[in-house]
């Protein structure tokens, strides 16, 4: 018993900022190398993050003074939390900023918005990025708050560019039970995907094998458009296919926020986190996904 309690305490102690869907998925793969510590906002989800064996600590990132705790607290980071829904900038990373640790390691969740509308084309990580939206330029000024932190603390920092995250209970049936239109195929934009056990499992690696200051692709192999995204969950859950419109008409129908998803259309190669990482893909594409979630349930 003393071994083993002599093992917890030398273990590096890790700290998951934004413990929601994907930070759940991942405190299993921590926990075996890691005293992993999990923030929340919400007191009530306390016993949750302690039953899957984190220390949880409530904090929001919206008020600097429930921060100060966090100073030092461990030399690992991840960072899920999302910015807030207003403004240029993301005030909550400047608020975590202040706190992280000199020579730490970081892994910040971010989004391939980043890159705007680059008409279907697939590039690598090496594209500059153009946000169109105020959703992407509050993630690219957090993505540069983090990289000052990193020369200024000698730290080393991951950014994951993710696109959109899906599993079993993160599917478009309430849409496709509305029956909101999509495109057609002449207007349609490229869509990619990653299912959130895979977005997990890449976090963890990239914890122990990213290069220092590296961007990454956090994406499967799937090559689709998103009306044919919709068709294919649609005809998984034997649900009607979306019926299609020319953007024209779509715009008039739909929110603005729905409108800018379906406004930029990309392709993102994922070859660096095969590379470097040594990622394996769980559910290498949405149709391998859809598949094995079809036959589980029959």
Not at 137 to 148: H, I, N, S
Not at 195 to 205: F, K, M, N, T, V
Not at 206 to 224: E, G, K, Q, T, W
Not at 263 to 270: D, I, K, M, P, V
Request: glycine share 6%; with cysteine; aromatic share 6%.
């Amino acid at each position: 018993m003393k071994n083993h309690n002599l093992r917890k305490f030398k273990r590096p102690r890790l700290l998951i900022v934004g413990c929601g869907d994907v930070g759940m998925r991942l405190l299993p793969l921590l926990r075996p190398h890691f005293r992993v510590f999990a923030t929340t906002s919400q007191p009530s989800r306390c016993a949750e993050l302690r039953a899957l064996g984190a220390v949880p600590i409530v904090a929001d990132l919206d008020q600097p003074a429930s921060l100060r705790r966090l100073a030092g607290l461990a030399s690992h980071v991840v960072h899920l939390a999302p910015p807030p829904a207003e403004g240029p900038l993301d005030r909550r990373t400047r608020n975590l900023s202040a706190i992280l640790p000199e020579h730490g390691r970081l892994v910040y969740v971010s989004t391939t918005g980043v890159y705007g509308d680059c008409s279907g084309l697939l590039f690598d990580e090496s594209r500059p990025v153009a946000p169109r939206n105020p959703r992407a330029l509050r993630r690219v000024d957090a993505e540069q708050v983090l990289r000052r932190w990193a020369v200024r603390a000698g730290a080393q920092l991951s950014i994951l560019r993710v696109p959109g995250i899906y599993a079993a209970d993160r599917l478009p049936l309430k849409r496709l039970q509305a029956g909101t239109a999509a495109l057609i195929e002449a207007d349609d934009v490229y869509t990619n995907h990653i299912h959130a056990d895979d977005l997990a499992a890449i976090i963890a690696r990239a914890l122990f094998r990213a290069l220092p200051n590296r961007i990454y692709h956090a994406v499967d192999d799937s090559d689709m458009k998103m009306a044919a995204y919709f068709d294919a969950v649609a005809d998984a859950f034997q649900l009607p296919r979306p019926p299609r419109l020319p953007r024209a008409e779509l715009q008039k129908v739909v929110t603005p926020a729905l409108l800018s998803f379906m406004s930029e259309s990309r392709r993102l190669a994922n070859g660096r986190i095969k590379r470097e990482l040594g990622v394996r893909l769980r559910h290498a594409t949405v149709a391998d996904a859809l598949k094995g979630l079809t036959s589980s349930s029959r």
